[in-house]
């Protein structure tokens, strides 16, 4: 069985033919269609953050409402950009997040992509020192929030504090046992998903990669995974690890699937630059009748690879609609692929 559930940016737009006008109806919209798909029986809830953009830039919040309005589906990010986090602070978000859902979280970070404006995390109060990158910076923040979600006591406490302490060094509160182990790197590179292996955490690998050998995206995200299984191998982790991938895919199967999809022309990858001087390659898009998806998805190596599939949703389409194509993939994709 493949885990299957779904991604959003969380657009939102004034713009007419958008059913999301506002951040309070983005915030909103993603909550009930994290409850429908798992009315549906999807796998998974996860949102892509962005700051300084009309899209979800805040995920802790809105997590936490995910966790408590649903009760079986794993809620998560891809990805959280660690140039622009505190680590304590975001330990006790994500470990609240985490025990408000009942220890469903699954979380998605990464060094972050181009954003908005220019070096947006000084805004945030983050500035690398003289000799680190800001992409250094990113992975030592990441570091220290997988050392102290670990549980164990750092800080020295008060001799006389206002409320009596546990015995020892304390932590950062609150705890929530098991979080370790569902933190996830967002990698477009096989380096970081190397090094992600070695520190333990969960593979995240998106619609687009550095383009390091010139194949198609699924053949790269292929090789990919498994260096990255390799190293997990190779580093004596004791657990199982997991592994995503990302793709926008729908099934037509009424009119208005056909209206929104049946042109489609994004039906192979495409080269382009995020950075500069840094070749990536963008993953092709899939939309068919489902008995040409089932024949054409059978043939991604990297869906094949991995345990886990996130659907990019097109959100601004709204609730109905994504729920409604999330489900065709569940109903007349997923069986024939034996994902279900």
Known sequence: MKRIGFLSFGHWSESSFSQVRSGSDALLQTIELAVAA?????????????????????????????????????????????????????????GAADLIAGGRLQLGISRGSPEQVIDGYRYFGHVPPEGETDQDMARRHAELFLQ???????????????????????????????????????????????????????????TLKFDESGEPLHVQQRKQIEAYRAAWKEAGHEREPRVSVSRSIFALVDDRDRAYFGRETNDRDSIGYIEPEVKAVFG??????????????AKDEAIAAADTLLLTVPNQLGVDYNAHAIESILRYVAPDLGWR
């Open 38 to 94: 798992e009315e549906l029986g999807a796998d998974g809830a996860y949102v892509r953050v962005h700051h300084f953009a009309r899209q979800l830039g805040s995920p802790f919040p809105l997590l936490a409402a995910i966790g408590a309005r649903t009760s079986r589906i794993e809620i998560g990010t891809a990805v959280i950009d660690m140039r622009y986090e505190n680590p304590m602070y975001m330990a006790e978000d994500a």
């Open 148 to 206: 102290v979600i670990e549980g164990e006591g750092f800080a020295q406490p008060n001799p006389r504090p206002m409320f009596p302490n546990p015995p020892g060094l304390l932590r950062i509160e609150p705890h929530s046992p098991g979080l370790r182990d569902r933190i996830w790197w967002g990698s477009a590179t096989d380096a970081t998903a190397v090094w992600a292996a070695k520190l333990g955490m969960n593979l995240q690998s998106s």
């Open 284 to 297: 092709r898009s899939y939309a068919a009748e489902p008995d040409v998806l089932v024949r054409e998805l």
